[in-house]
């Protein structure tokens, strides 16, 4: 019979971001009170005393300086608004939403046009369009037909879009591809 072992693969515990009243070891530190003014530099125990008087937390801002910094303030809340921030930061931060338009070098004038019609529905909603041409088998031969198409497609969209990234100058794979963005 053979017997494995049950912790093999469990992740480490996450490490505490910062080191609060007790886990601090490094004396001297450098204090600040709860209104933002320095006391100095003190040993761990009186700034410990100073923030049991306030009925607060001694949390350790800046580990590397020396000696570290230490803030008394209550820690509960400066998470919560720590995590408060970065939420609103996060909301208003913009993704730029890449979406893709395939063609085939011989494709037909009304499938091409219903392509760009799409092409022009992302665009219209703000998102990046990238324009594909995708190469089979003997279409490998005229790669001058997929630059032409990305071409005919660059001046049918020239109203509504710009070029974000031009298609390279010669052919490497089996694609050839050219990304636009709206027109501002």
Same mark, same amino acid.
Request: aromatic share 6%; net charge positive; charged share 40%.
């Given at each position: 019979?053979?017997?494995?072992?049950?912790?093999?693969?469990?992740?480490?515990?996450?490490?505490?971001?910062? @080191?609060?009243?007790?886990?601090? @070891?490094?004396?001297?530190? @450098?204090?600040?009170?709860?209104?933002?003014?320095?006391?100095?530099?003190?040993?761990?125990?009186?700034?410990?005393?100073?923030?049991?008087?306030?009925?607060?937390?001694?949390?350790?801002?800046?580990?590397?300086?020396?000696?570290?910094?230490?803030?008394?303030?209550?820690?509960?809340?400066?998470?919560?608004?720590?995590?408060?921030?970065?939420?609103?930061?996060?909301? @208003?931060?913009?993704?730029?939403?890449?979406?893709?338009?395939?063609?085939?070098?011989?494709?037909?004038?009304?499938?091409?046009?219903?392509?760009?019609?799409?092409?022009?529905?992302?665009?219209?909603?703000?998102?990046?369009?990238?324009?594909?041409?995708?190469?089979?088998?003997?279409?490998?031969?005229?790669?001058?037909?997929?630059?032409?198409?990305?071409?005919?497609?660059?001046?049918?969209?020239?109203?509504?879009?710009?070029?974000?990234?031009?298609?390279?100058?010669?052919?490497?794979?089996?694609?050839?591809?050219?990304?636009?963005?709206?027109?501002?």
């Amino acid at each position: 019979m053979i017997r494995t072992r049950k912790r093999l693969f469990r992740e480490p515990p996450p490490k505490p971001e910062h @080191r609060v009243n007790r886990r601090i @070891r490094i004396s001297p530190v @450098r204090a600040i009170d709860p209104d933002g003014e320095q006391i100095g530099v003190i040993p761990v125990e009186e700034a410990l005393q100073i923030a049991r008087d306030h009925g607060l937390d001694l949390v350790e801002v800046a580990p590397d300086a020396r000696p570290p910094v230490c803030k008394i303030l209550d820690y509960g809340r400066f998470k919560y608004e720590r995590d408060q921030r970065e939420k609103e930061a996060k909301k @208003r931060q913009s993704q730029i939403e890449v979406k893709e338009v395939k063609f085939r070098p011989n494709i037909g004038d009304h499938d091409f046009q219903t392509k760009l019609n799409r092409a022009r529905d992302f665009l219209g909603g703000g998102s990046h369009v990238r324009l594909t041409v995708m190469f089979r088998w003997r279409e490998m031969r005229r790669p001058e037909n997929g630059f032409d198409l990305l071409e005919r497609a660059r001046e049918e969209l020239d109203d509504i879009a710009e070029i974000a990234s031009p298609p390279p100058k010669e052919l490497s794979g089996r694609d050839l591809s050219m990304v636009v963005k709206p027109a501002n």
